[in-house]
């Protein structure tokens, strides 16, 4: 059976210090892989989606990056976080037909002070 | 660009009672639908999807929705709802693509 991990759970970070979120799947290969952000009252938004190795779509401008250095390992990166990047963040993968559903990991609960 | 509305930031029901939760979106083509829950501290979890075929869908726990392409409409049901019920449920959307367009969530808060 498939799996999805996110690291770490929690996390606290100061303004203008880097960030580097991990994501990786198990148990399915070529997934295509999703970044979200989940805001209280305003639902899950797509930041970035892979559809293979260092294939990158970012869907909202922002501080923040992703990489897919690995067929199943989504990365989320920023160089320098800002108050705004607080919040909660999902990985999630699907299988390579478009549309399907996607499959949610636990989430990072990132906190920039 | 589609969008999803799901209109009720809150419900608040006494166990039994039938629920209704509203989701339409805006988008002309075709279009695969979800519901999706998240209960307090757990992950997101399919409820029930709809690809094609018979419009009335039913999912895990005594969910079902129902698909009314005339009205853009996909809203979720459970006839008699439970306390472990209480949880955050988002509608979303896929034209086909990757592109998974969410609500806002409802949250439901059911009272024993």
């Known amino acids: 059976s498939q799996t999805i991990h996110q690291w770490p759970a929690t996390l606290v970070q100061p303004v203008g210090s880097p960030l580097s979120l991990e994501c990786t799947v198990e148990?399915?290969?070529?997934?295509?892989l999703y970044w979200y952000r989940q805001a209280a009252g305003r639902g899950l938004q797509l930041l970035f989606y892979?559809?293979?190795?260092?294939?990158i779509s970012s869907e909202v401008p922002q501080n923040l990056s992703a990489s897919r250095p690995q067929d199943r390992q989504f990365i989320l990166s920023s160089k320098k976080l800002l108050l705004s990047d607080s919040g909660f963040y999902l990985c999630?993968?699907?299988?390579?037909?478009?549309?399907?559903?996607?499959?949610f990991g636990p989430g990072t609960r990132l906190t920039v002070l | 660009a589609q969008s999803v509305s799901q209109h009720n930031h809150h419900v608040i029901l006494s166990e039994a009672a039938s629920l209704e939760l509203g989701c339409n979106y805006s988008y002309g083509g075709t279009v695969n639908l979800f519901w999706y829950v998240q209960y307090p501290g757990q992950h997101l979890q399919l409820l029930l999807k709809?690809?094609?075929?018979?419009?009335l869908v039913k999912g895990i726990k005594g969910f079902e929705a129902e698909f009314i392409k005339s009205k853009f409409s996909f809203n979720l049901r459970k006839p008699s709802v439970q306390w472990s019920d209480t949880a955050e449920y988002f509608c979303a959307v896929t034209a086909g693509n990757n592109d998974m367009r969410f609500g806002a969530g409802t949250r439901l808060t059911v009272k024993p």
């Open positions: 999630a993968w699907s299988r390579g037909q478009g549309g399907d559903e996607q499959f």
């Open positions: 148990g399915t290969s070529n997934p295509n």
């Open positions: 892979s559809v293979g190795i260092g294939q």
């Open positions: 709809y690809f094609s075929g018979d419009p």
